[in-house]
């Protein structure tokens, strides 16, 4: 007892003590800041808040403070582009790792592949010398068309708060920021910088913002880049609710404000509401907002000189602890640990869709010969999207990994099958006709097939296909590709089809005449060499699907509620917090692929579900435990998924709500026992008339699962008054 007792009180010592050390070291960086500031002429002062090249804002050399560099992008770090154009400046020192994309890490469900990405993005922007990381991004994937579904990671904010605690951690561990993105309710391309997006109050706090939230809070992001579009009436860069009351005042932010490029529209709204940096696309530098006519509005009393002052302590204060930090980091880019973790990411983000004729994993002895089929398998994914393109050291194709993997004991013989004539650079007219099929290239296609034991069709889209700028006009896998899949599956019975993209797509008619379907991403340098370690076994894949994918694009609540693109410039997003498996569940409608989906070589089976107590009150931990035991006969990865549902509530609430989630590797035969915590807190509604979150009292089921709709385990506890 005496010891435990010490023990404790050593334990408390010791947090009080860094606490209060921790205190201490930011009171004295705070009178640092002061002096610094106190130092500064108006005119320098103005210099740091808004851009002075493309990727950069003014320091202040007599006073040794550097500029402040940033960088995009959320799926590596962007090569050197020339400080007045978007032209790249040519060096040669600046190839980077690909890294999967957004849904791709959404898709594994590990934090732990999250912080490994932001790690690499954190040592290869020091090894840039860039102090501010434009990544992560995770707008909710409200419409599968946005063209930016890929760079985002799912329809869940859970989800997403969970990986972009982790991302942001990773990148902040090296000494750079990470910028966190677009705040907020971005989520379409097709007019991006002119909607006006409408989101109840309970919608934006409950599925919109809690992941920034968690990225603020938990991951203690440095800096926020805002929306292009405006919100409730009021453009993202100058939104008062979102900037100073949401973001700095309740959420505590300590961080800066950034705007997209170009997104700023006013001086004064701009600069009282929130908005830090002004950055952009093009000079004359000192015409900007933030520029001349802000010093000129601080002259004349429009724009307090404590409002400049903030801005500018918060850019030192993200310096201190970024570019002018003690033990900065020296980083190092595109590594051999770097490989290895892309790697490591895109094993754990391939999902498998069906596999109904135990096709996979592919038993290499017996195959002699293999047909790669399709213009996905010898293309790379690494550029395009803008922001998001990177100029990978090198990116290994399926075709590449499928000859590394097999190469040795089979014959593989290559063909392309369709044409991507899509460009993201073109008109729609100048696009028109790249969805149809090139029977010549189909014809070679099944000549080949007919030949080999084994046909993986790699079809899909590609980076001009889904990008930043622009959205999808359908759901449809492009280029013929169907038309593609029909005839090569009908001459080779041992047809898998592997798909390559980062957003959702109707499958239907693919899923109907196909036995054997792989999803895999814009995955990396790596990704040939993972999608081949899973089709031969040496990888039991583990992604689950991060968003839904719906039979059709009509059963999507935008489409729906017909609130996409919206009108007169405005998008009402009516449907509320019914966002993704939200809507199809607690509309009865039937996705195709669900929320959380994704198969394995192995099986597992749930026992023993309980909570430790059956009744709870405000503020109480919820500890849920289960067993999860691998029937098969390969070791496997489970997503284990903890939903809660509220019975009889007396509002709206959707059919049920990820709140936990857990990935345990599982031996074969063995049984893993599982737990998690959820706070009773996080069950909260946000009240839209008292205009706060409650916990409604009552009895909630909770049902632990293996996609949101494979419901493994229930059981029910009581939340008391
Ligand atoms: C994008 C941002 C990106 C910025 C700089 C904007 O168009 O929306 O995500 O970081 O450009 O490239």
């Known amino acids: 007892m005496r010891i435990k007792y010490i023990i404790v009180s050593v334990a408390v010592l010791f947090l009080f003590g860094n606490v209060s050390a921790q205190n201490k070291k930011e009171v004295a960086l705070q009178a640092k800041i002061s002096n610094i500031i106190k130092k500064m002429t108006l005119e320098e002062k103005i210099e740091m808040i ?4 493309l990727f950069s804002s003014a320091g202040v050399p007599r006073l040794s403070i550097p500029e402040l560099t940033c960088d995009d992008g959320p799926l590596g770090v962007r090569e050197e582009i020339k400080r007045f154009d978007w032209a790249s400046a040519n060096w040669t020192t600046d190839s980077a790792t690909f890294l999967p994309n957004g849904s791709a890490i959404a898709a594994t469900w590990n934090p732990a592949m999250a912080h490994k990405y932001g790690v690499v993005i954190g040592e290869e922007a020091n090894a840039r010398k860039k102090n501010i990381m434009l990544a992560p991004a995770f707008n909710i994937c409200r419409m599968p068309l946005c063209g930016r579904t890929y760079e985002y990671y799912s329809e869940d904010p859970y989800l997403n708060g969970q990986l972009a605690i982790q991302s942001v951690k990773g990148i902040q561990s090296q000494h750079v920021a990470a910028c966190i993105k677009h705040f907020a309710a971005n989520n379409q391309e097709l007019n991006r910088d002119s909607v006006n997006t409408l989101v109840d109050e309970r919608a934006l706090r409950e599925i919109y913002l809690p992941a920034f939230k968690a990225a603020v809070q938990q991951g203690n992001a440095y800096t926020v880049m805002s929306a292009y579009n405006k919100l409730n009436g009021y453009w993202c860069s100058e939104n008062d609710f979102l900037l100073n009351k949401v973001l700095k005042n309740e959420w505590g932010f300590k961080g800066v404000v ?37 010093l000129e509005a601080v002259k004349s009393g429009q724009v307090p000189v404590r409002t ?28 051999p640990a770097h490989a290895k973790a892309a790697y490591d990411i895109a094993s754990e983000s391939i ?36 922001g998001a393109g990177v100029k990978a050291k090198y990116e290994i194709t399926a075709l590449e990994g499928i000859r590394s993997r097999f190469g040795k004991t089979a014959e593989i013989k290559f063909a392309q099958g369709y044409k991507a004539s899509y460009s993201a650079s073109k008109t729609d007219a100048q696009n028109a006709g790249s969805d149809q099929p090139d029977q010549t290239l189909i014809n070679e296609a099944v000549t080949l097939a007919k030949t080999t034991d084994i046909a993986i069709l790699c079809v899909g889209s590609n980076r001009e296909y889904e990008s930043e700028g622009h959205d999808r006009k359908n759901l449809d896998l492009p280029f013929g590709e169907r038309a593609l899949v029909n005839a090569v599956s009908a001459v080779n019975p041992n047809t898998i089809i592997v798909i390559m993209a980062g957003a959702p797509y109707v499958l239907n008619e693919i899923d109907k005449s196909n036995h054997t379907i792989v999803w895999s991403w814009f995955n990396g340098s790596e990704a040939g060499n993972a999608l081949a370690d899973v089709l031969k076994g040496v990888v039991n894949p583990s992604g689950r699907l991060p968003f839904t994918f719906p039979v059709s694009l009509k059963d999507s609540p935008a489409s729906g509620l017909n609130t996409y693109p919206g009108n007169n410039m405005t998008a009402d997003y009516k449907e509320g917090i019914l966002v993704g498996y939200r809507w199809y569940d607690t509309k009865n409608i039937n996705p195709l692929y669900c929320f959380g989906y994704g198969l394995s070589y192995t099986n597992f089976t749930y026992t023993d579900l309980a909570t430790n107590k059956k009744a709870y009150k405000k503020g109480d931990k919820i500890t849920v435990s289960l067993k999860v035991k691998n029937t098969g006969a390969v070791a496997g990865k489970e997503v284990v998924q903890l939903y809660i549902s509220k019975l009889n509530s007396s509002v709206l609430r959707p059919g049920k709500e ?3 989630f857990k990935k345990i590797m599982v031996a074969p035969g063995e049984t893993a026992a599982v737990s998690m915590n959820i706070d009773v807190n996080d069950l909260a509604y946000f009240d839209i008339k008292l205009r706060k979150w409650i916990v409604e009292p009552g009895q909630y089921k909770i049902l632990a699962a293996s996609s949101s709709k494979d419901i493994r385990q229930m059981a029910s506890f ?3 008054r």
Request: glycine share 10%.
């Open 658 to 660: 990820l709140k936990a």
């Open 351 to 386: 999902v498998l869709l069906k596999n109904d004729a135990h096709l996979l994993p592919l038993k290499a002895v017996n195959i002699k010969s293999i047909a790669v089929i399709g213009d996905n398998a010898t293309r790379t994914f690494a550029s395009g999207g803008y």
């Open 718 to 720: 009581h939340i008391s």
């Open 50 to 53: 808004h851009g002075n090249a």
């Open 258 to 294: 950034i705007s997209d490029w170009g997104g700023v529209h006013h001086t004064v709204a701009a600069a009282n509401n929130g908005l830090d940096i002004e950055m952009g696309s093009s000079g004359p530098y000192e015409q900007w907002y933030f520029a001349k006519p802000l």
């Open 308 to 335: 400049i002052d903030d801005k500018v302590s918060r850019i030192l204060w993200l310096m201190y602890h970024t570019s002018m930090s003690t033990n900065h980091p020296k980083g190092s880019i595109a590594t």
